[in-house]
């Protein structure tokens, strides 16, 4: 399988393939340049791949105590009750480039709360 990828000559952005009257065209998302594809046929097939997971993957439980007990524990005062023991898990709540979300489950009064970097 060959993937091809063109940056814009013009600003240097990843373009994308775009069927434009019937013809397979790179499209730069960021200034508008185009150029017609090599063998510019709608017969030029673009691959994309979603990817899905399945409800046990999408799903965190904390409320299940044989669980809870397998997550790690960490040094982490809690801000309800003042213990100072918790269990935690990370989470990548946002972008793939910015850090993931840690939360925290207080072991004493089961409090959750989250810390971002």
Not at 91 to 115: I, L, M, N, S, Y
Request: hydrophobic share 35%.
């Amino acid at each position: 399988m060959i993937i091809q990828m063109r940056f814009c000559p013009r600003c240097g952005s990843l373009m994308m393939m775009r069927n434009i009257d019937g013809r397979m065209t790179w499209v730069c998302p960021s200034c508008g340049h185009r150029e017609i594809a090599e063998g510019g046929s709608p017969a030029l097939s673009i691959l994309r791949q979603q990817i899905r997971h399945s409800e046990k993957e999408r799903i965190i439980v904390v409320n299940d105590q044989k669980k809870l007990e397998a997550l790690p524990k960490t040094r982490a005062i809690c801000p309800k009750c003042g213990y100072y023991e918790a269990y935690y898990w990370v989470v990548q709540t946002r972008r793939a480039d910015e850090p993931p979300t840690r939360f925290f489950k207080c072991a004493q009064c089961g409090h959750v709360w989250r810390e971002y970097d």
